[in-house]
């Protein structure tokens, strides 16, 4: 080829004497010598200049020195072969790119299926819709930034027709800003890539669509073995990711996933010194929050001395599920709509099994999971912590969590299966609804003084917290006084009210001055007032002669107390909008 004359890229034109090839490219063409001794990163650096190439390696280890950046569509079939990395720069990154952000000059309802801009699109485009505005609160990230990513399906203008509409609406369109996602299709598969000194990551995936890694084992990273970030529609699939560093330093993760939309992990195997996987955010052009993230049938792990979450999520993830994995740590609930079912979770550290931290909102669902506190190697004393840092900051969003179906093994030093507090003083707290059903227990639950423990919310001016209890199960070593359900708010004093039945009035009168309008619910599971079939509702609930309704299906009326502690005498406690609580027990089932 006479234009080739005195080009020589090393592997595929020589001089004007071109290759001739069909398929894929080997990277042995370019020199690799895959003796784990010979530096083959030219040879590497040369088969990825081709551009989009399926690249085939043999099932040798190839050294390496310097980043392995792949900037084009790359299919890349390992056969076995092992990279290793031999300095701090030496990592492989996947980079695309991202459009500079334009503005968008039309507020945007939720759900809506066009958006207009100061530029059009084209069709197929991923899009990212960002708010630059920070919207979190000073308890969380300051960073976090409302946004998504769309799809076009056809463009008119400077107007964008998107797939399925958006998800929320946007109508302060000050900071919106719309960016053109630039993104690579990769797939990676059958690959070992080592290297424990790397900056940051061994394997890095940034502005990619529609790619596969699978069989693939990443060991190493100062901070994380493996990222994927402000990326679409990833698979990653029969994989393991091991990172092991000072487990006191830093996040380090196994895996970490940033501002990406549909990412599937599946059938993997991911441990990180501090965390196994990370799912958060950044500040930078394009973040915006996880969306449907998928982690099925996975290894979780973690370095127990950490003692931090094996599977951390930070407030800026919606709609993350965990499903089928083997979780040998404790967990992170966070930001919206997050989901953990059908789990093993076992804890080997002293802190909660399950903590409820940086939630924005939405459902939050623990179902069906076993979840098993005997390892725990301290004296924390709660399976379930709702703390300060999920509720104490000045916020009005609504979140309900679902606890359902799940089997806790606990141990004697277990006081509380669920914790949940709010910081005094603050006034707009999430609106937090609980619902408790068909839980059952094994091991040792003797410690046990409460199932429900909550602090500081206001029940009625402010309707901070609704509590539904579902086919309540016992075991066999529970104390009998154990509480279902206990507010505990301070120094509370006030008239104890007892409801033995239907439709029971008493007059009361409290002291000026008592602490609070509060509420207990207490089962003593004495058989001769607790039996099968109960179901109670405790609503419409005040003072002065009013009724408290109380509905039972069998039999003699289970201990319900009220205790009512108003600032004056005649005081109206509760009203029909204020109390949502109720207790339903389709059976009681005693287990050894």
């Known amino acids: 080829d006479g234009a080739q004359s005195g080009v020589n890229n090393g592997g595929t034109i020589f001089n004007g004497w071109v290759r001739q090839y069909d398929g894929a490219v080997n990277v042995k063409w370019f020199g690799a010598k895959g003796d784990g001794i010979t530096d083959d990163t030219d040879a590497f650096l040369g088969a990825l200049s081709l551009g989009a190439i399926i690249l085939e390696l043999q099932p040798k280890t190839y050294s390496f020195s310097q980043e392995l950046l792949i900037n084009k569509d790359i299919t890349l079939n390992g056969n076995g072969a092992k990279l290793i990395g031999t300095t701090a720069a030496a990592r492989v990154r996947v980079l695309g790119a991202l459009q500079d952000e334009i503005a968008i000059t039309a507020p945007i309802a939720s759900g809506a299926g066009s958006i207009t801009a100061t530029n ?9 819709i960002r708010d630059d505005t920070d919207y979190s609160y000073g308890q969380h990230r300051s960073y976090y930034k409302v946004g998504e990513y769309v799809k076009v399906t056809s463009t008119t203008g400077s107007v964008f027709n998107i797939e399925g509409g958006t998800r929320r609406g946007y109508s302060d369109i000050t900071n919106l800003k719309a960016s053109r996602l630039l993104p690579l299709r990769v797939t990676i598969s059958d690959l070992t890539i080592v290297n424990l000194n790397a900056a940051d990551y061994v394997l890095g995936l940034y502005y990619v669509k529609d790619s596969v890694i699978s069989n693939c084992t990443i060991e190493g990273g100062n901070l994380r073995a493996a990222v994927i970030n402000k990326s679409y529609n990833v698979s990653v699939t029969d994989s393991e990711f091991e990172h092991e560093i000072d487990p006191t330093a830093g996040y380090n993760y196994g895996l970490s996933v940033n501002n990406s939309h549909a990412i599937t992990v599946s059938r993997c195997k ?83 099994a399950i903590d409820l931290t940086e939630v924005i909102g939405g459902e ?81 639950c003797s410690g046990l003084v409460s199932i429900v423990k909550s602090y500081n919310y206001d029940y009625v001016t402010k309707k901070q917290e609704f509590i539904t209890i579902k086919d309540f199960h016992r075991h066999a070593s529970m104390p009998s006084n154990v509480q279902i359900f206990v507010k505990a708010a301070g120094t509370v004093t ?14 009361v009168s409290t002291a000026v001055g008592d602490y609070a309008k509060t509420i207990y619910f207490t089962f003593p599971f004495d058989y001769g007032t607790y039996k099968p079939g109960y179901r109670a ?34 005081e109206t406690f509760g009203g029909a909008r204020d109390w949502e609580v109720s207790l339903e027990f389709g059976g009681s089932e005693i287990l050894a």
Do not use: W
């Open 120 to 128: 059009t699109f084209n069709k197929h485009d991923i899009i990212i």
């Open 270 to 352: 991911i441990h990180g010194s501090r965390h196994a996987t990370g799912i958060g955010g950044d500040n930078e052009n394009g973040a915006v929050q996880n969306y449907m993230l998928h982690f099925y049938d996975c290894l979780l792990s973690n370095s127990v001395a950490s003692n931090m979450y094996v599977a951390d999520i930070h407030g800026n993830s919606e709609n993350t599920t965990y499903s089928g994995c083997d979780i040998q740590g404790a967990i992170a609930v966070a930001g919206e709509n997050t989901t953990y079912i059908n789990n093993s979770i076992y804890l080997l550290t002293d802190r909660p």
């Open 364 to 444: 939050m669902r623990i179902e069906g999971n076993i979840v098993d506190v005997t390892g725990n190697s301290g004296t924390y004393n709660k399976v379930i912590n709702g703390s300060s840092s999920s509720f104490s900051e000045d916020i009005t969003y609504d979140v309900t969590y679902v606890v359902k179906n799940n089997v806790f093994a606990l141990s004697s030093k277990i006081d509380y299966l669920i914790l949940l507090y709010k910081a005094a003083g603050i006034v707009n707290a999430a609106v937090l609804n609980l619902i408790y059903e068909n839980n059952r227990f094994r091991n040792d």
């Open 494 to 507: 006030g008239t104890l009210l007892t409801l033995p039945k239907i439709g029971y009035t008493k007059t």
């Open 537 to 570: 509702a405790l609503r419409n609930c005040s003072v002065n002669g009013s009724t408290y309704p109380f509905v039972e299906l069998n039999g003699t009326a289970v201990g319900v107390n009220v205790t009512v502690t108003s600032g004056n005498t005649g």
